[in-house]
């Protein structure tokens, strides 16, 4: 291929990030699988970075479970978001970020549907107004909290105290990025790298110094797939999704995952220990799984937090082996204790995957 | 550890693993097997598919895989009537060729 011709292609891809000034939403689930990650990324946005990242203790869920799940219309939903909108509105704010993959997805869903049908937009106002009595702009730009942790990527890399590097070997680490398939597989213009070649994840691993793995099943579901794990009859379809997405990378070696959505960091985390009590089978070196992180996790440890504040000590695989090989420093005592030294008391362990 | 759910088998072909040496020996009896282009013409006008679940574009895929078993087995299906042959838009003598992969394959 030409090579202009190239850049072009790759142009289209590309998504235009304002780089401050920013209305947080949280997503429902991730302060319960990884308490550390929405505080980790406010942290390194307003304290270490200095950007404005504005959030409203008013906001709610998006509606996107539900939705997926086909137990509530798509109105509904609109008129959900609708008051997200609204209240950023009256926060003063243009810019949209949402933590979760799915709300990201939802709300370029429903941006989309307007465009397309204006009149199911007058109509959710109408419903707003009647609800509760709220207006609201669309928003100007709505990213992915993972677009812009991806745009500050080199700033992170320049305060970096650790980097994704094996200190035996001196070899970057090898390491799997696993993206939502909401982030950009439905709207492809609206993620990075579109949804062939999403690049969020992997521009932050090669600025901190770490290796992609590029593995046969790599743009596979993670297995969640909403009514693929909440309906119960469905779960076997859903692990044997996760299953095969580790047969498909276990020869690569990974030494870690990172991964931008609330639900893959979970389900590829927690299905180690399930595969490892069907099976027998552990994906990681010596007995261990391989460590799942999310994107912010990944950048508080290079930024030299401490793991135990991020709520490392919350995930199933043990992640020990990975501070290990990058040189962390942590104190093994403190991986249980909470804030005031309160004792969050230890997990019963597993009879295959080994944790520490 | 019972949980109520079980993991399938992947569905999956790694073509790395495969073993194509009794693929490769059709392709030197039966070049013709090589232009096929999947459009199932063959399975759309089978008068056994209906019933037996025989299809000859499956068969070519699943020997291209290495699935020999199930590609041997849904030939057991076959009747040799020909209407194969007679619709291929390829011009594969489609009859022929069944016959060549029962003689290669073991079946009779």
Redesign the interface.
Known sequence: MIYQGKQKIWADYQKEIPDDHWYYVRSCIRQNFFPGSEKMFLEICRNVLHKDFHENESHTTCGGIAYHCDTIPQETVMTIVARQFALMTESGYENYVASCITSFGNYIEILETWNEFPELEAKIRELLWKACRREFKKPKYVAHASDLIYKYRNLIAEKAKYRLVNRFTGEPLKVVEHIGCHYSKMFPSKGVGGAEYPYVLCGMIEAWGGNVIDYPERRHCCGYGFRQYHVKANRGYSISNTHKKFESMEPYHPDMIITNCPGCPYFLDRWQYVIAEMEGKTYGENGYGIPVFTYEEVAGLVLGYDPWDLGLQLHQVAVEPLLDKMGIEYDPKRKYEGLNHKDLMRPELPGVLKCC | ?D??????P?S?VNLDNVDLSLYDRLHEVEPDIAKCIACGSCSASCPAGRFSGMSMRKVILDLQRGRQKEAVKMLSGCMLCGKCLMVCPRGINTRHLILAICKLYGED
């Open positions: 550890m949980f109520g759910f079980k993991i399938s992947s999956a």
